[in-house]
């Protein structure tokens, strides 16, 4: 999604990193402030997390990077590092980073949808 909003401003987009590729698309500003701040904690939190090599990764790599990287995730309102995390630590990082990517989607969506009827 952060993606199609930098082609829709007919910009080049500039590698994988979640962060540049927000500022770049600045779709967050057609947001109401509540979910603005909805979705730019969804941004930041896996900006520091997520790698463009994840997606070649194995499953013991990423469990691996995860631990050495002290990742942490935000849970029941605190930080937790991912090493400390309960349960299926793997099935909790990808569920948490679909969920953010979900509500990217959603919202940026929501804009396309509304600009398309005006």
Do not use: C
């Amino acid at each position: 999604m952060l993606k199609a909003f930098v082609v829709r401003k007919s910009e080049a987009i500039k590698g994988h990193n979640i962060a540049t590729l927000a500022q770049d698309a600045n779709f967050t500003r057609r947001l109401k402030p509540t979910v603005q701040q909805r979705v730019d904690a969804a941004i930041s939190e896996p900006a520091p997390v997520w790698k463009n090599l994840y997606r070649y990764s194995s499953t013991a790599d990423l469990d691996r990077m995860g631990k050495e990287n002290r990742i942490r995730f935000e849970v029941g309102g605190k930080l937790v590092r991912y090493a400390d995390l309960p349960g299926d630590r793997m099935a909790f990082w990808a569920e948490r980073l679909y969920n953010l990517a979900a509500l990217i989607v959603q919202e940026g969506n929501a804009i396309l949808w509304r600009s398309k009827r005006t």
